[in-house]
């Protein structure tokens, strides 16, 4: 359902709190998952161990568009600037950058 013109879809999460610095280290049992939500058929599951992660942000992976199919590519990558960075990474103007 999704016009012609998207092709990648990235998801990422990442913690924030402005008042303190936080991690991934402080998070266990870290788990990311998309359903199917016609069937209830999981896609796909990211599971990560998170003892040792320093970064705020995680790149879990995307799905790209081949011509008329999605394919997902796994990533699992810890982002040390937020999800600030990442937005950065895919040419997102961020809010913060314009301010200053």
Do not use: C
């Not at 991934?24 to 990211?46: D, P, Q």
């Not at 790209?64 to 960075?85: F, H, I, N, T």
């Amino acid at each position: 359902a999704l016009p012609f013109e998207v092709v990648k879809i990235a998801f990422v999460m990442s913690v924030y709190d402005p008042h303190q610095e936080h991690d991934f280290s402080a998070v266990k049992n870290l788990y990311f998952r998309v359903i199917n939500n016609e069937t209830g058929h999981e896609m796909f599951r990211f599971e990560m161990e998170t003892d040792s992660n320093k970064g705020s942000a995680l790149s879990i992976g995307y799905f790209e568009r081949l011509g008329s199919e999605w394919v997902y590519k796994a990533q699992g990558d810890v982002v040390d600037g937020g999800l600030a960075k990442i937005a950065r990474d895919f040419g997102i103007v961020v809010a913060e950058d314009v301010r200053s």
